[in-house]
């Protein structure tokens, strides 16, 4: 009977890992594996303001700043005409 054991080849197989590395290399460690990395949110480049050289930049948005402070002087002068023209109609 003891010469029946010897020849088993599988005496002392952990058949719960078989296939697994860890049977088919005993002597290494456990593989840790690695996360991958979180996949980095791509924002589409139509959420923002069109891109332009610094130049063109500054003459657009200075010019439609400009245009908003003139257009306020002009509302601004239009309302005390009708002020003023109202005091005239009131006596005041």
Do not use: H
Request: a positive charge; charged letters at 25%; hydrophobic letters at 40%.
């Amino acid at each position: 009977m003891g010469s029946e054991e010897a020849r088993d080849p599988f005496r002392g197989v952990d058949w719960k890992a078989v296939g697994t590395d860890i049977q088919k290399d005993p002597g290494s460690k456990p593989v840790i594996k690695k996360r991958l990395p979180k996949k980095m949110r791509q924002i589409p480049e139509c959420y923002f303001l069109p891109r332009r050289s610094l130049p063109s930049a500054i003459g657009f948005y200075g010019a439609c700043i400009a245009g908003g402070i003139g257009a306020g002087m002009l509302l601004e002068i239009w309302i005390n005409k009708k002020i003023a023209g109202w005091r005239c109609y009131m006596g005041v």
